[in-house]
């Protein structure tokens, strides 16, 4: 059973800073693809940004500039740096993974619970 945890979020004042990470654990093959998601009140989840394996990064351009996401492949972690944040970053952050549990078997997609990260102005 694959799992991604998320830890990170938090309450931050505008132009503060925080770093979102998320470990995936369980039995894993190889992961491709992973990212940041996240999703405002009242709005749908957007994309923030993401990591291939070999760390070809994309980003949102809302968050260009202001956002860096890296991954540790061998602790299979993924990381979301936030700085300069502004009350329009205010969501519930989600991890993304693509995941492998086999080489015989094809990927499947895993999401994280959700950590909320609540800028105020």
């Known amino acids: 059973q694959v799992q991604l945890v998320e830890s990170g979020g938090g309450s931050v004042q505008a132009g503060g800073s925080l770093r979102l990470s998320c470990a995936a654990t369980?039995?894993?093959?190889?992961?491709?693809?992973m990212g940041w998601y996240r999703q405002p009140p009242g709005k749908q989840r957007e994309l923030v940004a993401s990591?291939?394996?070999?760390?070809?990064?994309n980003y949102a351009d809302s968050v260009k500039g202001r956002v860096t996401i890296s991954r540790d492949n061998a602790k299979k972690t993924v990381y979301l740096q936030m700085n300069s944040l502004k009350s329009e970053d205010t969501a519930v952050y989600y991890c993304?993974?693509?995941?492998?549990?086999?080489?015989?078997?094809?990927?499947?997609?895993?999401w994280g619970q959700g950590t909320q990260v609540t800028v105020s102005s």
């Open positions: 993304n993974a693509a995941v492998r549990v086999s080489a015989w078997r094809g990927e499947n997609n895993y």
């Open positions: 369980g039995s894993i093959f190889s992961i491709n693809v």
């Open positions: 990591i291939t394996s070999g760390g070809n990064t």
